[in-house]
């Protein structure tokens, strides 16, 4: 879950800097979602992390039969 939270840190970064820079080109609109979507990959995984630890909490035991 960290990977993909830095993943996802970089590339809104990245789109967020070519889109919102003030360059002019064909294709901006494009990048400018591709922002706005990899900035809500990013609070989601975040979100997850925090509700969803790696580690569990509880042990398991293996049921004896």
């Not at 900035?39 to 909490?57: Q, V, Y």
Request: glycine letters at 6%; hydrophobic letters at 60%; zero cysteines.
């Amino acid at each position: 879950m960290k990977k993909k939270a830095l993943l996802f840190l970089v590339l809104a970064l990245i789109t967020g800097l070519v889109g919102f820079t003030g360059l002019s080109f064909s294709g901006i609109e494009v990048i400018r979602v591709m922002f706005l979507i990899f900035a809500d990959l990013l609070i989601i995984s975040l979100m997850a992390k925090l509700f969803f630890p790696d580690k569990p909490k509880m042990k398991y035991q293996p049921v004896k039969k």
